[in-house]
C-alpha cells in the first residue's frame, strides 16, 4: 500500500540554522510527492511539490528531491527564520487514481531567536 | 479567490448529539475532500466528491458518517450519535482537476469536541 514516514519532532533550531526534515515513501506505482506546512490555526498550505523521480521541488527558499532509488524526498532550506516555525507534512497522491492523498504524522519546527 | 472556508471553527457535543459541518471551497474546483486529524497525526482521508458525486469513502467513515454535495458547491459532513473518538479536527480541502497533478487548498478546519 501507500504510507509515507516523516522524522519524528519536535525539532527546535537556532535562526540561520540549516533544516532537514526527512521523508520517505512507500508506494505501489509512481507517486507525486508533496510538501505540506501547517502554521498555528491555519490550514495546510502547498509548500513544493514533484511529480517525477530526480525532480527537484522548490518554492525559491524550501527544496526537496524525488529520490526513487532512496524512495525519499526530504525537505531543505539553507537558513532558517523565527517565521518557519510550523508543523510540516510530507505526502504523496495516489498514482493509480491520483485523487487520495496519503499524509505523514507531521514534525514540529520551532526556530528560537 | 476567497479560499476554503469551514463553519463552525469549533464544534462541542455531549457523546450521542448529531453534529454537522459545512465546508465552501474555492468556486471554481470542482474537486471537494474530506480529512480527519488527530493531534500528532497526518490527515487521513474520509470521502472525495467530484461535483455532486461522491466517488471515494474511506474505511474510516463508518455508518454514523456521511457526506453531501448537493449542488456541486458547498457540501457538508455529518456525525450522528457522536463518539469521544470522533473528536479530532475537520479537514476540507478543495482543487481543480485539470491535470493528473493535483494541488489542495485547505480550510482552517472545525475542531469537534465530543464530552
Known amino acids: 500500500g501507500n504510507s509515507v514516514t516523516q522524522m519524528e519532532g519536535p525539532v527546535t533550531l537556532s535562526e540561520e540554522a540549516f533544516l532537514t526534515i526527512n521523508c520517505t515513501y512507500t508506494?505501489?506505482?509512481?507517486?507525486?510527492l508533496f510538501w505540506y506546512v501547517q502554521y498555528p490555526g491555519e490550514g495546510l498550505q502547498l509548500l513544493l511539490k514533484?511529480?517525477?523521480?530526480?525532480d527537484k521541488g522548490s518554492n525559491k527558499v524550501f527544496e526537496a528531491t524525488y529520490r526513487k532509488e532512496t524512495t525519499s524526498f526530504h525537505l531543505e532550506k539553507g537558513s532558517v527564520q523565527v517565521s518557519d516555525s510550523a508543523v510540516y507534512f510530507c505526502?504523496?497522491?495516489?498514482?493509480?487514481?491520483?485523487?487520495?492523498?496519503?499524509f505523514g504524522t507531521g514534525t514540529s519546527l520551532t526556530v528560537i531567536p | 479567490d476567497t479560499g476554503v472556508s469551514q463553519d463552525p471553527r469549533h464544534k462541542i457535543t455531549k457523546r450521542g448529539q448529531n453534529v454537522t459541518f459545512r465546508c465552501d471551497p474555492i468556486?471554481?474546483?470542482?474537486?471537494l475532500y474530506w480529512y480527519r486529524q488527530t493531534l500528532g497525526q497526518g490527515p487521513e482521508f474520509l470521502t472525495y466528491?467530484?461535483?455532486?458525486?461522491?466517488?471515494?469513502k474511506s474505511r474510516l467513515l463508518s455508518d454514523r458518517f456521511s457526506a453531501e454535495r448537493p449542488k456541486g458547491s458547498f457540501s457538508t459532513l455529518e456525525i450522528q450519535r457522536t463518539e469521544q473518538g470522533d473528536s479530532a479536527m475537520y479537514l476540507c480541502?478543495?482543487?481543480?482537476?485539470?491535470?493528473?497533478?493535483?494541488?489542495?487548498?485547505f480550510g482552517s478546519g472545525t475542531q469537534l469536541s465530543v464530552l
Open positions: 480541502a478543495s482543487s481543480l482537476s485539470r491535470s493528473f497533478v493535483e494541488k489542495l487548498f
Open positions: 508506494a505501489t506505482g509512481y507517486p507525486s
Open positions: 514533484a511529480t517525477k523521480a530526480d
Open positions: 505526502a504523496l497522491s495516489d498514482p493509480n487514481t491520483g485523487n487520495q492523498f496519503y
Open positions: 468556486s471554481e474546483h470542482n474537486r
Open positions: 466528491f467530484q461535483n455532486e458525486a461522491q466517488l471515494e
